[in-house]
């Protein structure tokens, strides 16, 4: 097992690795290097090695160098000759380019950044570190990439080999957004540039495989056109492997990264991919076994060395198997952290199964293979486990079977319902594998959304504030673009504004297109049809007519909301400050107000949480209790205000209402062994001795300060359901750790004599 932490790394620190340097489209203008090159894109990669470890011997400039040892693989050697090229020649700006092109191939963006703006700070028209800068930027929510692209692309800049760089890019892009008219001419205008020059076809070819796949044209061409050119050419399958990854369509792109292996055993980033995709598949061997070799080749990359690291952690892991109980029922298998496997594991399969039930009778598709769900403590290594790198903000992950998600101490309570994001990575479940994968993304979080707040286990439609703004300066997107919402947002909040837009979308079409469409889409989608293509199929409409009725039904739903934003924002501040002042009344009067704006209104600023404060601080326990409860049954899941309503409820005699709300903590925070005693006692002296059970047992696994107590209750249990032997060893296991526990005792004694407590 190799030692490994969670890892960004800073470039200097490791030896060789194994990143094959990028085709760099007249970067470089050395005719030495480029007579390597030459060899080495047309896969003679014996004679094209001999031919750099040749510049490195020779008595040849330190730039030279620098690019012979980073086509050897040597990147900290080539690292040290770039430093001493820009030592001997501080404004020999295109090697300074080229040294900021190897930091962002080796995973180093920030470095990159920091020498390409050096440049230009210098060389202001510097069309090399302009598109270094677009293809560093290209990713990120702002448009700030189009900065550096559009200089490129207007030929304010000269440099034919930058210029076909930022067409390269752009094609990527319009495929990654599903723009293929765009891909199209952006490749039309690339190859155009190549004919006329020295310069390989190959990422053209391989862009233009990944076009065909995209829209199903059954054509291998390119692939062939590759593979005569440099047989050794692994990205021409690598590269529409990441658009398969990008439409989530993980087993296809599993064979084609293997195919871009066989082609090029060396090729780091292909064995990278293939074996985080096989981890998604949840080939546990084959997965480690690639990113073991992308280690090898590469320990730069950050994604595999945290995902390595991620495996190496399951040993910490417990698997928890549910098998059906009638045929045609699927397995559900949990990945739990051993610490919170006993509390999370009942509630995670009882949940299961019902989503299960619901959305086969729903949607009309039977699963096929068992349901694998993992759940993290640690935030960070979920996010490594969805995307190789920490940092992402969303809170479940589905690749097909398997779903990926934070466990509940992976956030803090009160942001994190988890048993709401269970129901909804389930619903992905079935709208990939019904469609086969085809389904897009828009579609498939809608309806997650959607089922959320209809079927899941805290039902309510929750719109956060955000969106009402978005809605307001109508910064919804049309139907047939609405996944460039979450696939390249342009701004902060566009991601969440494009899940309720999503959801609404769905409520709309299931309002006012009738009972069954959101199953007929899917099938549309399974099909191979297109959003413009399925919503004028199914539902009868074109898509800016569809546009049109659900602007409309936005105006009808929430119109009234929006016209009173400012108002809300106003009257929320003030809430506040009267909350620090004490002064309850105006408080009330406030929170009342904004209640009759949004009734449904339940998240964490809910006026109904002021409301009840304020109400019970005026000693109005009743009017208070009133207002928790309707934040509770709206969908609200503060777990301290929901233990607060619990309490309330016990002490006003509604025990069995107090049992449900304390029930529907769980699905927020199930690693309260207080909470879970509590809800023991109560089911307990319902009549529920099952249930009870279950709640004794899961607060004994949570190793409560008492657990006498805990070993007490559990007797309790076993006893009422008439298991004698079982209530007498855990009453024994209590008198162990607290020998003159009295009711230990005496219950023990009742049992041994026999008789009867009950």
């Known amino acids: 097992m190799i030692s490994r932490i969670l890892i ?9 690795a194994g990143i094959a340097r990028g085709i760099h489209y007249g970067a470089v203008t050395d005719p030495a290097v480029l007579e390597c090159d030459r060899l080495h894109w047309r896969g003679q990669l014996e004679d094209s090695r ?26 900290k050697q080539a690292n040290e000759w770039f430093r001493r090229a820009m030592a001997e020649n501080p404004n020999d700006y295109a090697t300074k380019v080229r040294w900021g092109d190897l930091f962002a191939d080796s995973h180093q963006n920030g470095e990159a950044m920091n020498i390409y703006r050096e440049v230009l700070a210098e060389d202001a028209g510097n069309a090399f570190a302009m598109l270094g800068a677009a293809r560093v930027l290209v990713d990120s929510f702002e448009d700030a990439a189009n900065a550096y692209l559009e200089p490129l692309m207007t030929g304010q800049v000269p440099g034919d080999g930058a210029y076909l760089g930022a067409w390269l890019l752009v094609a990527r892009v319009a495929l990654e957004n599903g723009n293929y008219d765009e891909a199209t001419a952006a490749l039309d205008a690339a190859g155009d540039i190549v004919a006329d020059s020295a310069w390989p076809p190959l990422e053209i070819w391989a862009l233009r495989a990944s076009l065909d796949l995209l829209t199903e044209v ?26 398969y990854v990008i439409t989530r ?11 871009a292996v066989d082609a090029d055993p060396g090729l780091a980033s292909a064995h990278e991919q293939l074996g985080i995709n096989l981890l998604r598949d949840n080939q546990m061997t084959r997965a480690r076994q690639h990113l073991e070799r992308a280690y090898e080749l590469d320990p730069f990359s950050p994604r595999a060395v945290n995902t390595l690291r991620l495996m190496d952690s399951y040993s910490t892991f417990r698997l928890v198997e549910d098998l059906p109980e009638t045929a045609g029922e699927v397995p559900v298998v949990l990945r739990l952290h051993e610490s919170e496997s006993a509390a999370i594991a009942p509630y995670a399969i009882e949940l299961t199964r019902d989503s299960i039930d619901v959305f086969t009778r729903r949607y009309g598709y039977e699963l096929r293979e068992p349901v694998i769900i993992e759940m993290y403590p640690d935030h960070e290594d979920f996010a490594v486990r969805t995307a190789g790198m920490p940092g992402l903000g969303i809170l479940g992950a589905t690749f097909g079977y398997l779903i990926a998600m934070d466990s509940p101490s992976g956030r803090p309570a009160h942001q994190f319902q988890w048993g709401t994001t269970l129901w ?34 805290n039902p309510g439609v929750r719109i956060p504030m955000s969106v009402y703004s978005a809605m307001k300066d109508d910064r919804f997107l049309p139907i047939a673009g609405l996944d460039e919402g979450f696939l390249r947002p342009t701004y902060e ?17 299931d309002r006012h297109h009738g009972a069954g469409k959101l199953r007929d889409l899917l099938i549309a989608y399974r099909d191979g049809l297109k959003t413009g293509e399925a919503i004028l199929a199914v539902l009868g409409v074109e898509p800016e007519t569809f546009d049109a009725g659900f602007a409309a039904f936005v105006a009808a739903e929430h119109g009234p909301v929006l016209e009173q934003l400012d108002h809300w924002s106003h009257t929320q501040a003030n809430i506040a400050g009267k909350i620090a002042a004490e002064e ?10 904004l209640v009759e704006i949004i009734p449904q209104y339940v998240e964490p600023d809910s006026p109904y949480l002021a409301l009840a404060k304020a109400h019970d601080a005026s000693g109005d326990r009743a009017a208070a209790l009133e207002a928790l409860e309707i934040f509770w049954r709206s969908g609200g899941y503060d777990p301290a205000a929901l233990r607060r309503l619990g309490n309330w409820l016990v002490e006003a005699g509604r025990d069995d209402d107090a049992i449900a709300v304390f029930s529907s903590i769980n699905l927020v925070d199930p690693l309260d062994s207080e909470l879970h005693g509590q809800l023991g006692d ?42 004698v032997e079982r209530s007498q060893a855990h009453l024994l296991q209590a008198l162990d750790v607290a020998p003159n526990f009295r009711p230990a005792q005496r219950l023990l004694l009742k049992l041994a004599s026999g008789e009867d407590e009950q």
């Open 50 to 75: 001999l031919c750099y470890a040749n510049l490195l011997r020779d008595e040849t400039p330190a730039a030279t160098k620098a690019e012979a040892a980073w086509a050897l693989n040597n990147l």
């Open 8 to 16: 960004v790394i800073a470039l200097v620190a490791l030896p060789a």
């Open 584 to 593: 309850w009344q105006d408080v009330i009067t406030l929170a009342g107000s």
């Open 682 to 723: 109560m089911l307990l002296e319902a009549g529920r001795a099952e249930e009870a059970l279950r709640e004794f047992e899961i607060a004994v696994s949570l190793q409560p300060h008492d657990m006498a107590t805990a070993w007490y209750r559990l007797a309790q249990a076993q006893h009422q359901l008439g298991n």
């Open 424 to 457: 909804h990575e389930m619903a992905h479940v079935f709208t990939l594998e019904a469609t086969d994968h085809l389904v897009p993304r828009w579609y498939s979080e809608g309806i997650s959304v959607f089922e959320e707040w209809r079927s899941g286990p």
């Open 493 to 509: 909040q566009q991601v969440i504004v494009s899940y309720m837009q999503a959801g609404l979308v769905c409520d709309y079409i």
């Open 218 to 243: 059954q054509d291998d061409r390119w692939v062939q056109l590759s593979l005569q050119y440099n047989p050794n050419y692994g990205g021409i399958y690598a590269t529409p492997a990441h658009f």
């Open 249 to 259: 369509r993980y087993r296809d792109a599993i064979d084609l990264y293997q195919k």
